[in-house]
């Protein structure tokens, strides 16, 4: 049994290899684009700050990738390119966000909101493939939690959110409804799949995020380095995570 998960474990080195180099080069990217944070604004800071927060999202959709170039790979093949469409509709809306325009602003919601549609479907369709039953206590629990915090989140941002209120009132309806989903297919019974555990993972921290970069912007206004660590942090956590969740399905 000893020798068989050895030679179990050296077959998937490179595979191991290829997931640690791309959660690497995520960090790597993230750190750049955080020292570049610190730098004035001027069009060739932009242009670096696209470079670094587009090319870390782009290595988080590599991560999701790599699924293929595992052995016993394909059951799962609608899971992976949803998750896979979520990041690249997330890599548009990392590019709009790094221009301070309102219309940019918009178009970058948009994109996430879209991501997050591909997220939730992507979980309806692990949820159907592991075959994990909805319980409806744990399902009803979580959505009236849900609710009543994105309802407490809505009422705070609202007197600072102008035109945006509407877009951003179905933003968090959305990003809500993902991490419901992420819950509700995720099955808490003995020898739980490490899908489930990542993509839940993900989407709270995804969740987390969002809420602090929307009380950041719109409330405080604060445009820091340390904001921008905070929220970046969690933010390639999470799509480091969801990422990371097709290779266990």
Not at 29 to 47: A, N
Not at 113 to 137: D, G, P
Not at 207 to 220: C, P, R, T
């Amino acid at each position: 049994m000893g020798a068989r998960r050895l030679a179990i474990g050296i077959y998937n080195l490179p595979h191991i290899m290829l997931h640690t180099l791309a959660i690497g080069l995520v960090i790597v990217f993230l750190v750049m684009l955080l020292r570049e944070d610190s730098q004035p604004k001027t069009p060739i800071s932009l242009r670096k700050r696209v470079f670094w927060k587009g090319g870390a999202t782009f290595f988080a959709f590599l991560l999701a990738m790599l699924t293929f170039a595992q052995p016993g790979t394909g059951n799962h093949l609608p899971y992976t390119l949803l998750i896979g469409g979520g990041l690249i509709l997330s890599l548009i809306g990392d590019v709009a966000l790094v221009y301070d325009q309102p219309r940019a602003f918009l178009l970058g919601m948009v994109a996430f909101a879209l991501a997050h549609i591909s997220y939730i479907l992507a979980f309806l369709a692990a949820q159907t493939y592991l075959t994990v039953t909805s319980n409806i206590w744990r399902d009803l629990g979580s959505a009236a939690a849900l609710f009543g915090l994105a309802f407490l989140v809505y009422r705070y941002l609202r007197p600072h959110l102008g035109d945006l209120n509407k877009p951003v009132l179905l933003y968090i309806a959305i990003i809500s409804l993902m991490l419901h989903r992420a819950i509700s297919s995720a099955d808490y019974g003995a020898g739980v799949p490490l899908q489930p555990v990542l993509a839940l993972a993900g989407a709270t921290l995804f969740y987390v995020s969002d809420f602090i970069l929307a009380i950041n912007k719109f409330v405080f206004e604060a445009d820091t380095v340390p904001d921008h660590a905070l929220v970046l942090g969690f933010y390639y956590a999470a799509q480091v995570l969801l990422a990371l969740s097709t290779s266990f399905l």
